[in-house]
């Protein structure tokens, strides 16, 4: 009827709406030229063991300086790459720069592992396992440094070839966590069906369970489904002391956050790496 035709009329021609999706498109032919010449980086933020406190690792987290827009947030130019399925480029490039970070740290005598995440539609290429390994053997990662944070585990094919490509990682050696657990599909079947050793509990019920008994709950019973799974919990999203001292109470093994750590620099991370040892050497 006439009101619903106006209405499809005034959403598909709502200025804001074209300006956001011109916008969009725009950002998109630019990322590849923008990982050339040097305007996206990658930042790191550590994940540290809850008991005692020690980095054993770090997200790799992409980000983009625009020349003009400044800097680009991932959740926009990573969401409209995975849509467009132009996410390869962007992922080998963190890859690179994540384990050749992860590869010189561990060579100054220094544990430490690298989270890469990895975009569920990337498993659809059956190279992926290849290129990886590729990877990891010219820079000397072993494969047990290396992390690969499932992110959008609502577009695996759960029924097969996805599942196949996983269990080729995990023989390779290569870590897999579910990221952002709890929310979107990456529920109860996931847990069960994929080869994952860790699960990042998703920052919402990170930062409502100080206030909230339910999310507390929550966290509590996934913590302890999770490690009668034999995997390993990491929290996210951790921004205070209070919450941190809560997940040491529940057993939860480490943590992520403002609380512990900002993304960061390569060159912050080293220093704070360098700095812990010699903390625990005095
Ligand atoms: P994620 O993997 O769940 O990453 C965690 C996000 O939470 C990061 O946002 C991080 O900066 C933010 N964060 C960490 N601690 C806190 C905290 O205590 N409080 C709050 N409020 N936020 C915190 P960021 O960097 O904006 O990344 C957003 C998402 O973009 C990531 O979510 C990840 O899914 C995606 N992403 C980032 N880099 C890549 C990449 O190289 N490849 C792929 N496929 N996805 C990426
Ligand atoms: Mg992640
Ligand atoms: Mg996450
Ligand atoms: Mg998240």
């Known amino acids: 009827d ?22 969009r498109l725009s950002l998109l032919s630019q990322l590849d030229a923008a990982i050339d010449n040097g305007e996206v980086w990658v930042a790191f933020q550590p994940q540290v063991r809850i008991n005692g406190g020690d980095t054993l690792g770090a997200e790799a987290l992409a980000r983009w300086t625009h020349p003009d827009k400044g800097p680009i947030s991932p959740s926009e130019f990573i969401a409209a790459a995975e849509q467009q399925d132009r996410i390869a480029k962007l992922t ?24 890469v995440n990895l975009s569920a539609r990337m498993l659809a290429d059956p190279d992926l396992p290849r290129m990886i390994e590729e990877v990891l053997r010219r820079h000397g990662l072993p494969p047990q440094r290396l992390t690969l944070e499932l992110t959008e585990t609502a577009a695996l094919d759960e029924n ?18 579910i990221d952002d657990y709890g929310t979107g599909l990456s529920t109860l079947d996931y847990l069960k069906k994929i080869p994952a050793t860790e699960l990042k509990i998703d920052q919402s019920f ?26 390993t919990v990491l929290a996210e999203g ?15 093994d480490m943590a992520q956050g403002f609380v512990v750590g900002r993304p960061m620099a390569p060159r912050e991370l080293i220093q704070r790496l360098v700095g812990e040892r010699r903390r625990r050497a005095a």
């Open 2 to 23: 006439e009101a619903w035709a106006e209405g499809l009329r005034w959403k598909y021609h709502d200025p804001a709406r074209q300006e956001e999706a011109t916008w």
């Open 92 to 115: 080998l490039f963190v890859l690179n720069r994540s384990v050749a970070l992860a590869a010189s740290v561990n060579q100054r005598g220094i544990h430490f592992g690298i989270a």
């Open 160 to 177: 097969g070839r996805d599942l196949a490509v996983l269990d080729t990682l995990r023989a390779l050696g290569v870590r897999l966590a």
């Open 206 to 231: 990170i930062k409502a369970m100080r206030l909230s008994r339910s999310d507390r709950l929550m966290v509590q019973s996934t913590i302890s489904l999770a490690h009668s799974l034999g995997r």
């Open 238 to 252: 951790v921004e205070d002391q209070a919450t941190l001292e809560m997940l040491s109470e529940l057993g939860c």
